[in-house]
């Protein structure tokens, strides 16, 4: 009998991967991120299966939390096909890479401060390196559209369609001819308000569905009351002579605060100053969305008619280099967006150095931060941070801004299920346990169905 296990995303939120086992004989694997947060840990247990025995690897979309193992699994071993959307593997080459440099400097740093304590032999390893990354180039890859229908093995066809979540993010529908089985993962359902996605596609029918509930416990703020909200403490913090810290994801979220920003320069609300996109990796991804406009929203495609680029204006500057970074210090009243987005590496750091002290700029927080990271441990009210084995007081004001998230919210979430013409078992992932307890009593009362909780390993039958 077929069945599927998860060896990531179960009860927390980060680590999707998803192994389907057919009675055939023949194994798909949905994804294989990172975790992420408090759980980082598990990234250097076992995968749980076999890499060797995998035939096909989908991957829904190029975020770390589904990608970020990528590298390890062809290192164990896998030498299957991978199918995916072609800009997905492009931004994945660019996610994967920097958190392959990451890793590598990661270990340099903990290893010389080991050597000094005798202790470089409890230094764990980086999980990969650049030329593992690479290998997945070599791999068969399929790329496939939207909405084309392929035979991946003998009576066994998948069909993408669109999540809303990223550039080219997919839910996925799996056919199981023989078994008269429809599965659909859910991938991460993008917020139907997306200023620079555009909206999830309907589901048809799923005799199965594995869905997301990264925010199955609420509804977020609405768009349009968050846009005013961080327009307020924009204009509000640069006219009072401080300036905007944002830590924020590369991939989506850098691009629509862009967006964000251009509407208010556009009707000249943004107060004259300088704003530094000061990630190599968002100003890669940044790239990339360019590259693939078509994909994006009819506000994205209008800028580009009417000023020939999507994300720039003369207050943008992008640094690539660290020493352009580093010179954004002698700078005051400006924007900074940094990663990373939960601030457990990267450039925000520096700046939280330099600015987090000081009562008259402001941190401002427009992504999910997971459990674990310093970016919740802020959130969630801290007064000390240490950055650099160095403890500084936080006087900076913080703000948190949940409307912009691109995971769709409770309401969104059931008004997609909503939506099917048939719908059968539903199986939660992606979440927190606890979020997950108040997301399956909501789909009780409001589509009189039963939810189930998928646990770590546990088998599913179709």
């Not at 593997?89 to 920097?98: G, K, P, R, T």
């Not at 416990?217 to 768009?223: F, Q, T, V």
């Not at 995971?407 to 979020?435: C, P, S, T, V």
Request: proline share 3%; with cysteine.
């Amino acid at each position: 009998m077929s069945y599927i296990q998860s060896y990531g995303a179960a009860e927390v939120v980060t680590g999707s991967c998803h192994l389907i086992t057919l009675k055939s004989g023949h194994n798909i694997l949905v994804d294989c991120g990172m975790f992420q947060g408090e759980v980082e840990d598990k990234n250097y247990e076992p995968l749980g299966f076999n890499p060797k025995k995998v035939d096909v690897l989908l991957i829904t979309h190029a975020h770390l939390d589904h990608v970020g193992r990528i590298p390890l699994l062809v290192k164990k071993g896998f030498r299957g096909r991978i199918v995916t959307l072609k800009s997905t593997m492009d931004l994945a080459e660019v996610v994967l890479l920097d958190s392959a440099n990451l890793m590598q400097e990661e270990y340099k740093t903990k290893y010389r401060k080991a050597q000094r304590r005798g202790e470089e032999g409890r230094v764990k390893k980086p999980l990969y390196g650049i030329s593992d990354v690479n290998d997945i180039f070599n791999l068969p890859i399929e790329y496939i559209k939207y909405n084309q229908r392929v035979e991946i093995l003998k009576d066994v066809f998948v069909t993408f369609k669109n999540a809303g979540h990223i550039l080219d993010s997919a839910f996925i529908e799996i056919e199981l001819k023989k078994e008269r089985k429809r599965l659909v993962f859910s991938g991460d359902l993008g917020n139907k308000n997306d200023i620079v996605m555009p909206n999830p596609q309907k589901g048809d029918f799923a005799d199965i569905l594995y869905i997301e509930s990264t925010y199955g416990d609420r509804n977020h703020k609405s768009i349009k009351e968050s846009e005013e909200e961080f327009k307020e403490t924009i204009i509000d913090t640069l006219l009072s002579g401080g300036s905007v810290v944002i830590p924020s994801f590369a991939i989506e979220r850098t691009q629509e605060i862009l967006c964000i920003l251009k509407r208010m320069y556009k009707k000249r609300e943004l107060p004259r100053c300088k704003i530094f996109i000061d990630s190599p990796m968002a100003i890669k991804a940044t790239r990339l969305y360019i590259k693939y406009h078509k994909e994006l929203s009819r506000e994205c495609n209008q800028f580009l008619k009417e000023d020939g680029s999507v994300f720039d204006f003369p207050y943008v500057e992008y640094t690539l280099r660290v020493e352009d970074s580093k010179k954004i210090n002698d700078e005051d009243g400006c924007i900074i967006i940094a990663g990373s987005g939960m601030c457990t590496g990267g450039r925000i750091l520096h700046h939280f150095k330099h600015r987090i002290w000081n009562p008259k700029n402001s941190i401002l927080f427009v992504g999910y931060q997971a459990r674990g990271t310093l970016g919740r441990e802020i959130v969630e009210g801290a007064k000390w941070i240490e950055v650099y084995n160095e403890e500084i007081k936080i006087r900076a004001k913080i703000y948190t801004i949940n409307g912009f998230s691109a995971h769709a919210d409770q309401k969104e979430l059931i008004d997609w299920m909503k939506r099917f013409n048939k719908l059968g078992h539903i199986y939660l992932i992606h979440g927190e346990r606890d979020k997950q307890e108040i997301f399956k009593k909501a789909i009780k009362e409001r589509l009189f169905k039963r939810a189930h909780i998928v646990k770590p390993k546990e088998k599913i039958y179709i």
